[in-house]
């Protein structure tokens, strides 16, 4: 027997021992013992996937920041905690609160229970004008029920459901679960979408991202997230050697080393159409085998693509108005 049978494991049991076998021709007996072998095979990587999933407990927080060059306040999450089935993995965050919020990695199977708690000072004071002062996070897609869809009552017609005092009902804090389902790779974004109004504040900084790998996934030296917005990239660097998560920032300038692999996740925020250009550069568009060195990118959109690191360039918006904001950064590239 392949599997003792007190032995948990995950899938049907069976038999590579048939009565029949001894009679059979050895073509047959020889098709038997191999086809045994690809499903022990098969189950074996079956059972390995399944144990690498993941339970995720975060807790973040929504707060108010200020970053220089803006008259008003802005907003943005804070990571306070996050465990991996029990290992603390929280160092590799900011201790701030940063605009992008944390980049969360994640790995199909794998599952999250987010809880967000409401640190903008004067929260509560928001029923009493009748707007809802609750921050949640609303993400896209991973799977969840629709009480974890981040929303208010007027959109979900269960709950308000973030934390702070909304409108309906109030909740210290909320908790959101996310079942990160096989098919749901890719990069998402997440966001506020309570603060003031069933919009949310969004556009006040309060935005992160998720990346989901398949399982077993490549790695990349370094992973780099920029949002495009209206006016200014607003990007974080992650280097794969130890996962820290720094340079969060308008139009920031990304360190690679040369030759190494890097990855590049563009999310569209805002109303804008975007054309995002890194200077010198081509890539593979995903999907496809074209090469392409600009992508068009409209609201809500996002484009994934890796390049080798050979050279020094500058990203930016091609866009006319969107360069004459500024939105150009640095890829610099060291020996
Ligand atoms: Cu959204």
């Not at 049907?12 to 499903?39: D, G, V």
């Not at 990571?79 to 944390?102: C, E, K």
């Not at 809500?300 to 108005?321: C, G, I, P, R």
Request: proline share 3%; hydrophobic share 35%; with cysteine.
């Amino acid at each position: 027997m392949l599997f003792q049978s007190n032995r948990p494991y995950c899938g049907m049991e069976f038999s590579e021992n048939s009565s029949a076998t001894q009679y059979t021709p050895h073509a047959t007996l020889l098709r038997q013992l191999l086809i045994s072998s690809l499903m022990a095979l098969a189950m074996f990587f079956l059972c390995v996937g399944k144990s690498l999933a993941a339970e995720h407990i975060i807790q973040m927080t929504a707060e108010e920041v200020h970053e220089d060059g803006f008259g008003s306040k802005l907003m943005a999450y804070k990571m306070l905690s996050h465990t991996v089935n029990g290992t603390n993995i929280t160092h590799r965050y900011s201790n701030h609160a940063t605009i992008p919020g944390p980049t969360l990695f994640l790995t199909e199977g794998d599952t999250v229970n987010l809880t967000i708690y409401n640190d903008i000072p004067g929260a509560n004071a928001g029923v009493l004008k009748g707007i809802s002062s609750q921050v949640s996070v609303h993400v896209h897609g991973v799977h969840y029920k629709i009480v974890s869809d981040g929303t208010l009552k007027v959109i979900n017609q269960e709950d308000d459901q973030g934390a702070g005092v909304g409108p309906a009902q109030t909740h210290a804090n909320y908790s959101y679960t996310w079942d990160v389902a096989p098919g749901t790779a890719g990069t998402w974004a997440y966001h506020d979408h309570n603060y003031e109004t069933h919009n949310g504040a969004e556009h006040k900084g309060l935005f992160g991202a998720i990346i989901v790998n398949p399982v077993g996934a490549a790695n990349y030296a370094k992973e780099f997230v920029l949002y495009l917005t209206d006016d200014a990239f607003w990007g974080m660097e992650i280097d794969s050697h130890g996962m820290k998560q720094k340079k969060h920032g308008i139009n920031p300038d990304f360190i690679a080393r040369k030759d190494s692999e890097v990855r590049f996740h563009l999310i569209a925020l805002g109303t804008d159409i975007h054309k995002f250009k890194l200077s010198g550069y081509q890539w593979a568009d995903p999907g496809t085998n074209n090469m392409i060195n600009e992508v068009a990118i409209g609201p809500l959109e996002k484009h994934v693509f890796t390049v080798k690191a050979t050279k020094n360039a500058q990203y930016s918006d091609e866009n006319f108005t969107n360069k004459l904001m500024g939105m150009v950064g640095k890829l610099k590239v060291s020996h």
